[in-house]
């Protein structure tokens, strides 16, 4: 109300002035005086172009106002114009206007980078796309999944994981699947989960990834670990009285035979007593050599936990190849040692890594053994990520692709005289390690196994 009776006071008296000037004007031209009536209508021109501004200036701050609130610019500002109490406040209450606005915008700003910074650094891969596939978001844990440095559309994935491109356009909002996403060595086990919104009227499709390869893995080793130990200890308590009463047996027998040593015909207690020491003693053999075999997977449930430490890798590699230097020369094998850089360094367990890289050399030798041309390279280097990789490769038969699933299985092998206890050991040493183990065969071409250390 006082904005207004101001607003009326100004335009009053600036129609008065008009009025009163417009009148002199009418003066000076009845008294013929041509100069003055030209001053007047100058001033009077200016009077009226000055109401007409007043008048409107209000109008051209509302307009600038809302025309910065529908583009959302709240640069430019509201500043006294200089034409009275009554604009001042206007332009003053649009000048808080726009900084409020401008604190909300900023506030809204602020917290939809908190939010993309908590989206980028979750653990969880997080892919949103709309119907027609296209990515609107994608955090840095799918990007790693996924392999790709940038994703613009869902379908440009069909190229390496066609499987997973259609699993991801069919999957229904809230269920579950698991997809196997395999590139060269790496593979991964992909849990995916689909969940579906709309924002103004357009629909969205946000997909959730996790590798639980390492989980299954895990879980895998805790089953076999309790079957181990229950068999073992099963076993252990029958064979121990077995072979501990063949022992006792073939003593008794052993001195009734010291006492009894006259001669007789065939097929005499003599013979007998013979026939039951053998027996005995296959009995006991075979007792010792069960529980040999049993000791031995109980020791891969029985592995230390790591004690770390600062390793060179030359150093190490520098070692086993010493332990192993008969047997390579032995089968004529070329076999390479490589650390690049020479200065690289592990942060590990080096008794524990030291024993799994026996194991894998071991096998690589034994599989090119008596081979033309057999060749077993060990080398050490940073991947991409910036982790240690170490290989073991050889150019022997390979493994077939029905066994790469099975072969860190525990008890299962491809060897005549194999155990089935080397590889699970090495896979176990890994995870202490908080890292993992792959291999990648062509038959008859090449097998590499990779330990990576993340």
């Not at 990007?143 to 940038?150: D, G, P």
């Not at 997909?207 to 076999?224: C, F, H, N, P």
């Not at 009894?260 to 006991?284: H, K, V, W």
């Not at 090495?426 to 065969?441: E, K, N, T």
């Amino acid at each position: 109300m006082r904005r207004t009776r101001r607003f009326r006071v100004q335009a009053v008296s600036r129609v008065l002035l008009l009025c009163a000037t417009a009148a002199a004007v009418c003066a000076a031209w009845i008294a013929h005086s041509p100069v003055l009536s030209l001053l007047l209508c100058a001033l009077l021109i200016i009077e009226a172009f000055s109401l007409v501004r007043y008048v409107e200036s209000s109008n051209r701050a509302l307009a600038s106002f809302l025309e910065a609130v529908r583009y959302a610019d709240f640069s430019q500002s509201f500043v006294p114009t200089g034409l009275g109490p009554g604009y001042e406040e206007l332009h003053k209450a649009l000048a808080d206007i726009s900084a409020e606005f401008q604190r909300t915008r900023e506030a809204k700003e602020e917290q939809y980078r908190y939010l993309q910074t908590i989206l980028q650094h979750v653990g969880v891969g997080l892919l949103s796309f709309r119907s027609d596939g296209h990515v609107d978001l994608i955090n840095s844990a799918a990007k790693r999944l996924l392999r790709v440095a940038n994703l613009v559309n869902i379908q440009s994935l069909g190229e390496v994981h066609r499987p997973l491109v259609e699993t991801l356009l069919t999957l229904k909002p809230g269920e579950r699947t698991l997809v196997r996403l395999a590139e060269h060595e790496d593979v991964a086990q992909l849990a995916i989960h689909a969940t579906e919104f709309k924002v103004r009227g357009e629909k969205y499709t946000l997909i959730s990834l996790q590798d639980i390869r390492g989980e299954l893995e895990e879980k895998e080793t805790e089953a076999w670990h309790s079957l181990i130990r229950v068999l073992t200890h099963e076993i252990m308590n029958s064979m121990t009285p077995i072979a501990s009463l063949a022992s006792t047996a073939m003593d008794l027998i052993s001195s009734m035979a010291g006492k009894d040593r006259r001669p007789g015909p065939a097929g005499s207690a003599g013979d007998c007593t013979e026939d039951i020491q053998a027996a005995l003693l296959t009995i006991r053999r075979r007792s010792q050599g069960l529980m040999n075999f049993v000791q031995a997977y109980r020791r891969l449930t029985l592995i230390p936990r790591p004690k770390f430490k600062i390793v060179p890798l030359s150093e190490l590699f520098g070692r086993v190849e010493k332990l192993l230097e008969g047997r390579i020369s032995e089968g004529g094998i070329a076999f390479v040692s490589d650390v690049d850089p020479k200065s690289l360094e592990l942060t590990a367990d080096p008794e524990l890594i030291e024993q799994v890289l026996i194991n894998l050399l071991l096998n690589a030798v034994d599989a090119v053994n008596r081979r033309e041309g057999a060749r077993v390279e060990l080398k050490a280097l940073m991947d991409a990520r910036g982790r240690v990789v170490i290989t073991i490769q050889d150019n022997g038969p390979g493994i077939i692709p029905e066994a790469m699933e099975k072969i860190f299985v525990p008890f299962f092998t491809t060897k005549k005289d194999g155990s089935g206890i080397g590889l699970s050991f090495s896979r176990q040493v890994m995870r202490l390690h908080h890292g993992s183990i792959r291999v990648h065969s062509e038959p008859n071409v090449q097998t590499t196994f990779t330990l990576s250390f993340y």
